[in-house]
């Protein structure tokens, strides 16, 4: 089982900041995708990035692979409220298509 | 379309006590995935069924949880006799084919007293 670690654990910012989160394995991935998950929720996948050097943006979202695919980061910008929720990154494996979730970042933006 | 429904949304019971979880999966999605996601923690999978069929239970707890998927649609979790460990949120999804991705329930909040 390849490891994800998300860091930090938790995030608590103001309306307006921006925030990064950071997932990162020691392994190196065929893809990994981010989900978001609000309270009382399921996860609810954002993207999926396969390629190494890898930028893909969804609104104020912005999503990195890193060149050797071992690790990604997820950039908010100008955060809103509706921004809270659990961060949660996840490898596919390419041959069984199972996911594999790190822990996630709590992300808490206040009004 | 409709989403993968699961009931019931929430569940007390006192250790040593059974219960059991339900899934509807979003129609027309052959796979589908129990997980259990621990607080603190990012989902892990349980079992896979392809159809009615298992497909990777590797990682279910066998000697006190059981998961069936007859018809090839429904499907129901049970534990019994649930211990402390077991507080959690369950999680079902489905998934049309490979090229598809996971949807997933909102889950069943369970707490062990």
């Known amino acids: 089982t390849q490891l994800l670690e998300q860091s930090p654990q938790f995030l608590s910012i103001q309306e307006g900041e921006n925030l990064?989160?950071?997932?990162?394995?020691?392994?190196?991935?065929?893809?990994?995708?981010?989900?978001?998950?609000?309270?009382?929720?399921?996860?609810?996948?954002?993207?999926?990035?396969?390629?190494?050097?890898?930028?893909?943006?969804?609104?104020?979202?912005?999503?990195?692979?890193?060149?050797?695919?071992?690790?990604s980061s997820l950039h908010?910008?100008?955060?809103?409220?509706?921004?809270?929720?659990l961060y949660l990154c996840a490898h596919l494996r390419s041959n069984d298509y199972k996911l594999s979730f790190g822990a996630g970042t709590t992300v808490t933006v206040r009004a | 379309e409709a989403g993968v429904a699961q009931s019931p949304r929430y569940k007390i019971i006192e250790k040593r006590q059974s219960v059991a979880f339900w899934c509807n999966p979003i129609s027309g999605h052959a796979t589908l995935y129990w997980y259990q996601q621990i607080l603190g923690q990012g989902p892990k999978l349980l079992i896979q069924f392809q159809n009615n069929g298992v497909v990777d239970d590797s990682q279910l707890p066998k000697d006190r949880f059981s998961a069936e998927r007859?018809?090839?649609?429904?499907s129901t979790l049970k534990i019994q006799p649930a211990k402390l460990e077991d507080s959690a949120v369950y999680l079902c999804a489905s998934r049309l084919n490979t090229n598809q991705p996971q949807h997933f329930g909102d889950g069943t909040r369970l707490s062990i007293l």
Do not use: H
């Open chain 1, 20 to 71: 990064t989160v950071y997932c990162n394995s020691s392994s190196v991935f065929s893809s990994l995708q981010w989900y978001r998950q609000e309270p009382g929720e399921g996860p609810v996948l954002l993207v999926t990035v396969v390629t190494g050097g890898e930028v893909k943006k969804l609104k104020r979202l912005t999503f990195q692979f890193g060149d050797a695919r071992k690790d």
């Open chain 1, 76 to 85: 908010i910008t100008a955060a809103q409220p509706g921004d809270t929720g």
């Open chain 2, 70 to 74: 007859l018809k090839g649609v429904d």
